[in-house]
C-alpha cells in the first residue's frame, strides 16, 4: 500500500465548477505539500500545511491531522488551472534532512 | 531569488556517452534533491544532499553519480546509461520543514 494515496486520478471539469482532491496517508508527518506540475515538467509548490487550512487566491488546501486527510479545492475553476496536482508528505530522514514522498497525482482538466 | 536552476532542458545522449546534469539554488537551502520521473508517475527519489554531504541513496545504479560540489550547486553525472533511464530528472531544495523548490527539470533521452 502507498504511504500517500490521492483521488481521483483524473479529473475533467466544466470551467466555473468547485474541484476537490483528496488526499489520505499512513504515515506521521511533519508537513504536507500540495504541488502542481504543468506539461513540460516543472513542479510548482502551491502549499506547505502542517494544521488547519490555508487559502491562495481561488486555492484553498486544508488538512485533518487525526484523520490523516487532506483536501485540495479550486473555486471557479479555469482551463488554465488543467494540470497535474501532486500531494506530498514530508518524512524526517536523518539528522536534518527531509525527504517527499509523492501521491500519484490527478490529472485535471478543465474545458471552457 | 526563489529559483532552482536546471540545465539543460533537454539532453540526448548515446549508451557510451558521459554527460552531466548540473543544479543551482542561491536561497541559501542545505538540501538539496535529485529525482527521477516518467511519464505519468510521481516522481521518484534518488539522491538527497544535506549540508553538502550525501544523506541518502535510494539504491541507484552507480551508472548515476552525484556530486554537490559547494551549498548552491548539485551535478549528476552520467555515464553508460541504459535507454529505460530516460525521464524527466528534477532537482530540488528546501531549508529544514520548509516548502519545497523544484527545478524545471532536464528531459534525457538515452539512445
Known amino acids: 500500500k502507498n504511504e500517500v494515496e490521492q483521488s481521483p486520478q483524473n479529473l475533467t471539469a466544466q470551467e466555473g465548477e468547485f474541484i476537490t482532491i483528496n488526499c489520505s496517508y499512513s504515515?506521521?508527518?511533519?508537513?504536507l505539500h500540495w504541488l502542481q506540475q504543468h506539461p513540460g515538467g516543472g513542479i510548482v509548490s502551491l502549499f506547505m500545511?502542517?494544521?488547519g487550512k490555508k487559502k491562495h487566491g481561488r486555492l484553498i488546501a486544508t488538512i485533518n491531522i487525526q484523520e490523516k486527510h487532506s483536501s485540495l479545492h479550486i473555486t471557479a475553476s479555469h482551463p488554465r488551472d488543467s494540470a497535474v496536482y501532486i500531494c506530498?508528505?514530508?518524512?524526517?530522514?536523518?539528522?536534518?534532512?527531509?525527504?517527499?514522498?509523492f501521491g500519484s497525482g490527478t490529472q485535471l482538466t478543465v474545458l471552457p | 531569488d526563489t529559483e532552482v536552476t536546471q540545465t539543460p532542458k533537454h539532453l540526448v545522449m548515446g549508451m557510451t556517452n558521459k554527460k552531466s546534469l548540473k543544479c543551482e539554488q542561491h536561497m541559501g537551502h542545505r538540501a538539496m534533491y535529485w529525482y527521477k520521473q516518467k511519464a505519468k508517475k510521481p516522481p521518484e527519489l534518488m539522491f538527497v544532499?544535506?549540508?553538502?554531504?550525501?544523506?541518502i541513496n535510494e539504491s541507484v545504479p552507480s551508472r548515476f553519480s552525484p556530486e554537490c560540489p559547494n551549498s548552491s550547486l548539485l551535478n549528476l553525472h552520467l555515464h553508460a546509461l541504459q535507454p529505460e533511464d530516460s525521464a524527466l530528472y528534477l532537482c530540488?531544495?528546501?531549508?529544514?520543514?520548509?516548502?519545497?523548490?523544484f527545478g524545471q527539470g532536464t528531459r534525457l533521452t538515452v539512445v
Open positions: 500545511l502542517s494544521s
Open positions: 530540488a531544495s528546501r531549508w529544514g520543514n520548509t516548502e519545497a523548490f
Open positions: 544532499y544535506s549540508y553538502e554531504k550525501l544523506s
Open positions: 506530498a508528505v514530508s518524512l524526517r530522514l536523518s539528522g536534518s534532512a527531509r525527504q517527499l514522498t
Open positions: 504515515v506521521g508527518i511533519s508537513a
